[in-house]
Structure formats: structure tokens, C-alpha cells
């Protein structure tokens, strides 16, 4: 997909192919949240904050299931044959970043509905200037 060997950029480049799906249509809706309607708007400036809070409570989502289901897949053997050549000491490690994943797509989708929510919300707060 990508010309480099570069791990760097291949992560990068490979984390925005998954995940813009979800990223575009949260960041849509908080664009229309903060800046539709009659209320007062927001600037993006204002978003800075609540953006980074709401992104650190996913990463921190995301670390606590994983450090539960490191310890809950321990010694996990998959039982489907897609995993036999997966020598089965890893089983365990698949199965917590599945569950990493997982929750950082749902907490990360959670979240941001709840802050275009609480954004909307704080426009009705907002004096007009």
C-alpha cells in the first residue's frame, strides 16, 4: 500500500486508512455542534481543550482494557484453525488487542458523541458577542 519501510510512516499511514470512517463523520458532527444554528459558535480554539480531554479518556479506555485482558487471556488458546500457525503463547496477545481495538472504536465513537453533545450544550450557555 505504502512505498516505505519506514514503521513509522506505515503506522501513521495505516491508522488513518482505518479509522477515518469513524473520525470523519464524530468530526462532522462536532463542526455542526459548535458551529450551526443560532447560538453563539465556537471558535475551533474552544474545541482545543475538550478535543484533547475527550481523546485522553479514550487512550485511557483503551490502556485499562488492555491491561485487564492482558491478564484475563492469559494462557487463551483459540480454538479456530485460522490461528494455528499463531504459535499459541500469542493467542492471549491477539485477543487483548482485539479488545484494545474494540474499545478504543466504541469508547472513541461514545465519546464523541457525548462531547458534540456537551459542545451543543455550551452554546446554549455562551453569551452572544
Known amino acids: 500500500m505504502f512505498a516505505t519501510a519506514n514503521l513509522t510512516l506505515l503506522a501513521l499511514g495505516w491508522g488513518i486508512i482505518a479509522t477515518w470512517w469513524v473520525g470523519l463523520p464524530l468530526g462532522l458532527l462536532l463542526a455542526v455542534s459548535a458551529?450551526?444554528?443560532?447560538?453563539?459558535?465556537?471558535?475551533?480554539?474552544?474545541?482545543?481543550?475538550?478535543?484533547?480531554?475527550?481523546?485522553?479518556?479514550?487512550?485511557?479506555?483503551?490502556?485499562?482494557?488492555?491491561?485487564?485482558?492482558?491478564?484475563?487471556?492469559?494462557?487463551?488458546?483459540?480454538?479456530?484453525?485460522?490461528?494455528?500457525?499463531?504459535?499459541?503463547?500469542?493467542?492471549?496477545?491477539?485477543?487483548?488487542?482485539?479488545?484494545?481495538?474494540n474499545a478504543s472504536y466504541r469508547g472513541g465513537a461514545i465519546a464523541g458523541v457525548a462531547l458534540s453533545i456537551s459542545t451543543w450544550r455550551r452554546r446554549g450557555r455562551t453569551p452572544a458577542v
Open 35 to 101: 458551529r450551526a444554528g443560532r447560538r453563539p459558535r465556537l471558535a475551533p480554539r474552544q474545541l482545543v481543550r475538550p478535543l484533547a480531554s475527550t481523546m485522553l479518556t479514550v487512550a485511557g479506555i483503551a490502556a485499562a482494557v488492555g491491561f485487564a485482558g492482558y491478564f484475563a487471556t492469559r494462557g487463551l488458546v483459540l480454538p479456530d484453525p485460522a490461528f494455528d500457525r499463531l504459535p499459541e503463547q500469542r493467542h492471549g496477545l491477539l485477543a487483548t488487542c482485539w479488545l484494545i481495538h
